[in-house]
């Protein structure tokens, strides 16, 4: 019990982190969607954003996993796998940002950003930033410093935010006042608001990486090249799951674009309302990204343990348990929630949402059950079930994005992750079998769907937000107080929570 109390420690640091940051990050949706209300410029910067993914991870490479599953091998020297991955790390960064920057112009044509083609730029420098900020966060998670990987992202965030609202708000009026004085310099109306968001994006990215620049240090900078090949051997795998994974997440905004009617700009409206409810089911995505940046170091410390299957379906049904009710809070709240986006224009969207947070909490499942092939010497049974996922993506998103638009790329992404779930469960079973309670599992999000059921028969009877909200809140008690009867030897295990159900958390596992 005492590795899961640990695991829980540093998921709710994480969380806590990603929703604080998710949270200020959100406020944004709302302003953003006023300031380029009637323009294709929302479209555009979720264009852009969805592109960059993929040359990050190809930038990256999957070193950030590659350190977790060597660091506890005890034939590596932790201080030369660390530097053997920087220098790695900074040459891979130092080329394909210079393509970037060399290339900008053509690559701004095809995302259909050809007017502004300094995007790319920005871009590409986001990108580099970043990428070289990879390895000192993943260090801080493997050594369990969860508050300072806290400290550096949420002081990224405030410096995101307060640029952002300079650049967009208080420049514009200075300028207007002084239109002759050092904001003429700083501000410039052609650049576009969406040149501001992303230079914002750079100094946020360059700002986190100053404060992580002490774990950049190492004793000795050494390059092993039998341990870089082994490394590369192990994360090619990852990388190629990793662009799979990309595809699943954001190449359903490209495709929009590609596949819709370019008439008035309506394919990039079309981006642009996708993109916006697509932020509705940030709690969910929230919640897997906090357990991932927990769970996967916590995965590969635990493997050597005699009873490392059994905790990890234990972690499974408590992750399942919550993120089930997560999908509860969002949807009985959404007429609160929807307000987040500021054009109502965009509400015809709401219909994606809970596709979507259900195609995100099969994604969270899939990340627990990966642990059986990322702890194995070959990795490539992640590349290619990722890969299969990415080729339903493509497949239907090609296929039926002209007939039903932004609804096929959610039920794209439902299919791709469902399918994704499915493949790794059955075939981790075999490699690597964990006691699931998959039954139980599978009955708690059938509970969820049918209890959102009952509750858009009941709103259906009178449309007042009051009793929806009542209605909503008395079902989400119904759904937290009948997984307390049914769990409650478990709940009576777990510290805090266990002495309140009369229980007594054992000493330690």
């Not at 990215?205 to 039998?226: D, E």
């Not at 009873?307 to 007429?335: E, H, N, P, W």
């Amino acid at each position: 019990m005492s590795s899961i109390k640990k695991l829980a420690g540093e998921t709710v640091w994480y969380g806590a982190t990603s929703i604080f940051a998710k949270f200020f990050v959100q406020l944004l949706t709302p302003y953003l969607t006023a300031k380029f209300r009637g323009t294709p410029e929302f479209g555009q910067m979720n264009l852009v954003y969805s592109a960059t993914p993929f040359i990050s991870i190809a930038v990256l490479f999957g070193l950030d996993y590659a350190y977790f599953r060597y660091f506890s091998k005890k034939e590596v020297r932790s201080d030369d796998l660390y530097s053997t991955l920087l220098i790695s790390l900074i040459c891979s960064t130092t080329v394909i940002t210079t393509l970037l920057v060399l290339f900008h112009t053509p690559i701004a044509r095809a995302l259909d950003v050809g007017n502004h083609p300094f995007y790319i730029i920005l871009s590409a420098l986001i990108i580099a930033f970043d990428a070289l900020s990879a390895l000192p966060f993943a260090r801080l998670r493997l050594e369990g410093r969860p508050r300072k990987y806290a400290f550096v992202r949420v002081s990224g965030i405030f410096v995101y935010v307060g640029l952002v609202f300079f650049f967009l708000s208080v420049c514009p009026r200075l300028l207007k006042t002084h239109p002759n004085s050092i904001i003429a310099l700083i501000y410039q109306p052609r650049y576009g608001y969406v040149g501001y968001v992303l230079l914002a994006n750079v100094i946020q990215n360059a700002f986190q990486l100053l404060l992580l620049s002490p774990l950049i240090k190492v004793k000795r900078w050494a390059f092993n090249v039998p341990l870089w090949r082994e490394l590369m051997i192990y994360a090619l795998p990852l990388t190629i799951a990793g662009v799979g994974g990309m595809i699943n997440e954001t190449f359903d905004r490209i495709m929009l674009e590609w596949r819709l009617p370019h008439t008035n700009d309506y394919a990039t409206y079309q981006v642009g309302i996708y993109s916006a409810c697509y932020r509705l089911s940030l709690l969910v995505t929230v919640f897997v990204q906090a357990f991932r940046m927990g769970a996967e170091p916590f995965f590969f410390r635990q493997s050597s343990e005699e009873s490392a299957q059994r905790t990890y379906a234990r972690v499974m049904k408590f992750f399942v348990i919550l993120v089930c009710g997560i999908f509860l809070f969002v949807m009985v709240y959404l007429d609160v929630l929807k307000l987040f986006v500021q054009d109502p224009s965009m509400y015809v969207g709401l219909k994606v949402v809970p596709i979507l947070l259900f195609a995100n909490i099969f994604l969270g499942v899939y990340y627990n059950l990966s642990i059986w092939y990322k702890i194995s010497v070959s990795t490539r049974p992640g590349a290619y079930i990722t890969l299969i996922g990415a080729g339903i993506t493509l497949i239907v998103n090609y296929a039926f994005i002209p007939a039903f638009g932004f609804m096929a790329s959610a039920w794209a992404t439902f299919l791709c992750y469902c399918s994704m779930m499915v493949i790794s469960f059955v075939w981790g079973q075999k490699v690597y079998p964990v006691p699931y309670a998959w039954k139980k599992l599978i009955a708690y999000m059938v509970i969820v769907l049918l209890l959102y059921f009952v509750y858009l028969g009941l709103a259906a009877l009178w449309s007042n937000l009051a009793f929806h909200l009542i209605v909503g809140t008395v079902l989400l008690a119904a759904y937290g107080l009948f997984i307390l009867r049914v769990e409650r030897k478990e709940f009576r295990r777990l510290p805090v929570i266990g002495k309140y159900l009369g229980g007594r958390p054992p000493a330690a596992a």
